[in-house]
């Protein structure tokens, strides 16, 4: 067969495997589900008491004594949360960055719209960030709280969701959702978690009282 053919019959392989490709690629940053899903998963009540300050420490403190260096042998650093009422979604970032790719904004914003429906209104939630385990664990518990942090951010100042609801956890590689495949994407997710209820309003300050006696009566007259 002459070269030139033989490179047309290439050019034809790759474009087709780029055609592939892209559904594959897209398909990632879409898998959100609905917001009435999203609803129907986060619409339970629960109560938790999570030191999210001490959850930290404890995953930096692991990675710094080099603990658990296999990654099919590292235990959940933090599993209290699996019991709790939550979803996990895909957003898609740059790579090696916090930066949320324009894809995904409309996976965030069915979550927002799920979090100011009156359901799910009177809670607060926690943002839970995880990546795969490739690269180093502590560059990754750093990014993966910079990506838990991006994602609050969005919902806050992009779609007005109050900051008083919401809080972000970034847990690296330490808690893999996929033990068995600690490379593959799939740890690469995000969770959101209903952590508690959220106190709407301070109590009311009492009225004062309106005065009684001569002192009305005087203040009437006039």
């Given at each position: 067969?002459?070269?030139?053919?033989?490179?047309?019959?290439?050019?034809?392989?790759?474009?087709?495997?780029?055609?592939?490709?892209?559904?594959?690629?897209?398909?990632?940053?879409?898998?959100?589900?609905?917001?009435?899903?999203?609803?129907?998963?986060?619409?339970?009540?629960?109560?938790?008491?999570?030191?999210?300050?001490?959850?930290?420490?404890?995953?930096?403190?692991?990675?710094?004594?080099?603990?658990?260096?296999?990654?099919?042998?590292?235990?959940?650093?933090?599993?209290?949360?699996?019991?709790?009422?939550?979803?996990r979604f895909d957003v898609v970032f740059d790579q090696d960055s916090?930066?949320?790719?324009?894809?995904?904004?409309?996976?965030?914003?069915?979550?927002?719209?799920?979090?100011?429906?009156?359901?799910?209104?009177?809670?607060?939630?926690?943002?839970?960030?995880?990546?795969?385990?490739?690269?180093?664990?502590?560059?990754?518990?750093?990014?993966?709280?910079?990506?838990?942090?991006?994602?609050?951010?969005?919902?806050?100042?992009?779609?007005?969701?109050?900051?008083?609801?919401?809080?972000?956890?970034?847990?690296?590689?330490?808690?893999?959702?996929?033990?068995?495949?600690?490379?593959?994407?799939?740890?690469?997710?995000?969770?959101?978690?209903?952590?508690?209820?959220?106190?709407?309003a301070d109590p009311a300050t009492p009225a004062a009282a309106a005065?009684?006696?001569?002192?009305?009566?005087?203040?009437?007259?006039?």
């Amino acid at each position: 067969m002459p070269w030139g053919n033989k490179l047309r019959g290439i050019g034809l392989l790759l474009g087709a495997l780029a055609l592939f490709a892209l559904p594959m690629a897209a398909g990632r940053a879409q898998t959100a589900t609905s917001s009435a899903d999203i609803i129907e998963k986060l619409a339970v009540e629960a109560e938790s008491d999570i030191d999210l300050a001490a959850l930290r420490q404890q995953a930096a403190d692991r990675i710094k004594a080099r603990a658990d260096a296999q990654p099919q042998k590292r235990p959940p650093i933090a599993p209290q949360l699996t019991k709790l009422p939550q979803i996990r979604f895909d957003v898609v970032f740059d790579q090696d960055s916090s930066l949320i790719r324009p894809a995904s904004y409309q996976t965030i914003g069915s979550i927002a719209d799920a979090l100011t429906d009156p359901k799910l209104r009177p809670y607060r939630y926690l943002i839970v960030d995880h990546v795969e385990s490739a690269g180093r664990r502590d560059h990754n518990l750093i990014l993966s709280q910079r990506r838990a942090e991006s994602v609050r951010d969005v919902l806050v100042n992009t779609f007005k969701v109050s900051p008083k609801r919401l809080q972000a956890l970034g847990l690296g590689e330490e808690q893999l959702q996929d033990v068995n495949r600690p490379a593959s994407l799939a740890n690469a997710r995000v969770q959101i978690i209903v952590i508690g209820k959220f106190e709407t309003a301070d109590p009311a300050t009492p009225a004062a009282a309106a005065p009684k006696g001569p002192a009305a009566a005087k203040k009437k007259k006039r």
